[in-house]
């Protein structure tokens, strides 16, 4: 969300057109932007009956450069530059890295690279304190504030910032569903923020954004530790080589996918639609490849926070998603689950309950759920039929939406196993989502009111 999707009426033709979270962006703005934003979500729901979420996004340590002279330099190859961590106006000779740890963390052969890597300039020197020199391998334009990527060096500055740790205080206090982590290194960084979400006796989920080659090597205790994850390709594509990209894309959303983690598909996804009214074809097979791969969802950011198109891109990304997903491929993952697992019989029934409705054609799995568990368990086998998740927690409903084809509703009056299906089943029925003669699957644990997890599959039709 930016100053785009926020003018009146953009917001809610873009949740008809398919927004289903809707991100915030801590490194933009203030924290009263941030609440005019999270009311306006809030109204909506509750004026629309809706149940979109919202993704809280820290900064993270993410390191910049100061202030520019007249606000553009031009920096020529091969000339040489110093970076301080003291403040001052920057020219085509010095500029302020906003790094307190800048000096101490580099050394002569680093790459810094700024802006996306447009800049790239390498450490050649460094005084006693304060200054580095560098020389200018790739010049180029540069404007104030623009972002530091140091992709070969191994930085000091906590995965936590103090200004994250107000935004996340600010976050928790507005109960936003989910909150992403910027440049998780490893699983401790989740670890760290879950407990103190916990804390605080909140129930918000987290995101680890993968854009860290740290992040990659300790992949599989990060997916353990994380409620989800965002492959946060703009970074990523800078720390790292940007043609391991898409291979780490795919080798990430696969171990979601097998973890029943929800994983998220992110930057410059349709980036021509800032500017342009339609994307390219490059950006319609990008956004195409992401959905066949499995996504549960992918992200836009400048294209509706700033962009000249915001219900536009929505509703072009929409079309393509709806394509694909038109694709029987796509469907029925059969992720086998995990013998002797404190799980094993939640795992099999969620697994079966998607192998029953592949065999027998019903247009839906019916499930039960307080935690969200069995939700994100049957989602991952990305079954072909509707996901209908009743439950009597009102902190996951909005949280569901993140989670691919979940569909989620509140439901209190848990009585005898038979009355509860029937009277779901009528529901249902009367909202539309079912007809007469249609074949259902039903997930839930016995007994009902002891909200336990996922032992009974029941297979029926609705009359």
Known sequence: MGPASMAPGVLEAMIKAGVNVCRINASHGD??????????????????????????????PKMRIGDIENNLIHLTEDETLILTIVKCIGTKEKIQIKYPLFHDDVHVGDTVLIDDGKIELQVIAKAEKEEVTA??????????????????????????????????EFALK???????????????DISELKEIIKQNNKTTRVIAKIEKPEAVRDIDNI?????AIMVARGDLGVEMAMEKVPVIQKMLVSKAIAASKPVIIATQMMESMILNYRPTRAETNDVANAVFDGADALMLSAETSVGQFPVKVIESMTKIIAMVESESVIYNRHIQPVKHSKSFISDSVCYNSCVMAQQSGAKAIIAMTH???????????????????????RSILNMLSLVWGVQAFFYNK????????????????EKGYLETGDMAINVFSTPLDERGMANTIKLNVIN
């Open 223 to 227: 997916v353990k530790a994380t409620d």
């Open 371 to 393: 935690s969200g568990y069995t939700a994100y368990r049957i989602s991952s086998q990305r079954p072909d039929c509707n996901i209908f998740i009743f439950t009597d927690n």
């Open 31 to 60: 924290h009263a932007m941030h609440q005019e934003a999270i009311d306006m979500v809030r109204k909506l729901n509750e004026d629309k009956k809706l149940k979109v979420a919202v993704l809280y996004d820290l900064q993270g």
């Open 414 to 429: 848990y009585e005898s196993t038979d009355n509860t299906i029937k009277d779901i089943k009528f529901f249902l029925k």
């Open 174 to 188: 507005n109960n936003v569903e989910w909150i992403g982590l910027s440049f998780v290194r490893s699983a401790t």
């Open 135 to 168: 020389k200018v391998i790739h010049g180029g334009p540069l404007s104030s504030k623009k972002g530091i990527n140091l992709p070969y060096t191994k930085i000091s500055l906590p995965s936590l910032t103090e200004k994250d740790k107000e935004d996340l």
